[in-house]
């Protein structure tokens, strides 16, 4: 049985997904369980949008990198991704069956803190179900977009928090045998 402790330690990002389709039942389901996570003053602020289709999907990629070209010059932590951006190939989904775009209701002042909780869970059940995972910071510019928003149904009080993939894993073992140490870090206690 898995603990807790060991699927934090082997979940790893997944960038290869099959092309197995999660049906609208498990994207339910994972979402169900991702919520149990404490929110500031219970407020339990999320949100989420589902996309499954892929050509969808694909337009948002195309949309998303358009952006970033288009702001590269005011955004200096995107510059080193350029070559990938200008790639007409490069899927910014990794070509997942399944996004899960996670908004948090700006009226609960902890509304990212609490959000953010739901996308780690959503990570750490993806690795126990055998599913892959990667949260998509390159979708942030597209799906915060006031527009996006609206098209996508979500309202105005609510702000981005986390785009995440979902899907199964092209290949079945995606851990290193001696996957990498953790960077040095400092903890005091005082």
């Known amino acids: 049985m898995d603990t807790v402790k060991s699927v934090a330690r082997r979940r790893r990002t997944c ?7 999660l049906s609208n039942a498990e994207m339910t389901e994972v979402i169900n369980d991702a919520v149990w996570v404490p929110s ?3 407020n339990q602020p999320w949100r989420f949008v589902v996309i499954t289709d892929r050509a969808k999907m ?5 949309a998303a990198k358009q952006n970033w070209l288009e702001n590269l010059a005011s955004s200096p932590h995107m510059q080193q991704y350029e070559k990938a951006i200008r790639d007409p190939d490069y899927n910014i989904f ?3 069956p399944a996004l899960v775009i996670i908004y ?3 009226e609960s002042y902890w509304h990212v803190y609490d959000c953010s909780m739901v996308a780690l869970n959503l990570h750490l059940l993806a690795e126990e179900q055998g599913l892959g995972c990667c949260w998509i910071g390159f979708a942030h510019n597209i799906f915060a977009d006031p527009a996006i928003k609206k098209e996508l ?6 702000q981005l928090v986390a785009p ?10 995606r851990v290193p045998e ?3 140490k953790r960077k040095p870090f400092d903890i005091s206690f005082v």
């Not at 960038?15 to 389709?21: E, G």
């Open 15 to 21: 960038r290869d997904y099959s092309d197995l389709p």
């Open 40 to 42: 500031g003053s219970n």
């Open 58 to 62: 694909k337009g948002y990629s195309d």
């Open 94 to 96: 990794y070509n997942a």
């Open 104 to 106: 948090g209701n700006k």
């Open 153 to 158: 149904g979500v309202p105005e009080n609510y």
């Open 164 to 173: 995440v993939i979902l899907g199964h894993p092209a290949k079945k073992e």
């Open 178 to 180: 001696n996957p990498n």
